[in-house]
Nanobody, 122 residues
Framework: QVQLVESGGDLVQPGGSLRLSCTIS????????IAWFRQPPGKEREGISY???????YYSPSVKGRFTISRDNAKNTVHLQIHSLRPEDTGLYYC????????????????WGQGTQVTVSS
């Protein structure tokens, strides 16, 4: 059974940085695609970043240029480096794997983590 655990969420001031991690167990990360989603308070969940097994990376327009996704297959971990945080980045951040369907931001995923909270506030 594949399990994903997110970590690294925190309360930070606007303009700050964070590095979120998604650690996978029960499967080999080498062959898995990983997506990051976030759900702001009172809003729907949105796809923000995606990385393929061959390390191709994709971003939503709202985070492009500020977020960087990377993968460390040896540690079965995918990172999301976040810079220049804004209050609107506040939300619960999830990672997911096992996509099927259409575009990565609207595809279905077999496995999800429980999320890590990011709060951006002064």
């Amino acid at each position: 059974q594949v399990q994903l655990v997110e970590s690294g969420g925190d309360l930070v001031q606007p303009g700050g940085s964070l590095r979120l991690s998604c650690t996978i167990s029960g499967g080999n990360l080498d062959y898995k695609d990983i997506a990051w989603f976030r759900q702001p308070p009172g809003k729907e969940r949105e796809g923000i970043s995606y990385i393929t097994p061959s390390r191709l990376s994709y971003y939503s327009p709202s985070v492009k240029g500020r977020f960087t996704i990377s993968r460390d297959n040896a540690k079965n971990t995918v990172h999301l480096q976040i810079h220049s945080l804004r209050p609107e980045d506040t939300g619960l951040y999830y990672c997911a794997t096992g996509s099927y369907g259409s575009n990565w931001w609207e595809a279905k995923y077999d496995y999800w983590g429980q999320g890590t909270q990011v709060t951006v506030s002064s």
